[in-house]
């Protein structure tokens, strides 16, 4: 089982690879779309769904963590 710490490093690790990532993409869909985004918005865009994610991530983690108590019937 993975420790709190871990877990937060690993999901914070993940969403960086990821906001590099959906950035490079927004810089070249935006454009080909038609879509008016200078970027210092695209950068405020990225940073709103990479604070999301972080938090999902973490949140989903933590909850596919916990251990699993099992119930005796006597």
């Known amino acids: 089982m993975q420790t709190k710490k871990f877990s937060l490093i690993e999901s914070i690790t ?3 690879v990821g906001f590099i ?3 490079l993409i927004q810089l070249i869909i935006y454009p080909t ?3 008016p985004v200078t970027f ?3 950068i405020i865009i990225t940073v709103i769904f990479t604070v999301a994610s972080i938090l999902r991530g973490y949140i989903l ?3 596919f963590n916990k251990p699993v108590v099992q ?4």
């Not at 119930?71 to 006597?74: D, R, S």
Request: charge should be positive.
């Open 71 to 74: 119930h005796t019937n006597f």
């Open 61 to 63: 983690r933590r909850i």
């Open 14 to 16: 993940n969403t960086f």
């Open 40 to 42: 210092k918005q695209n």
């Open 21 to 23: 990532i959906s950035l």
């Open 33 to 35: 779309m038609g879509i």
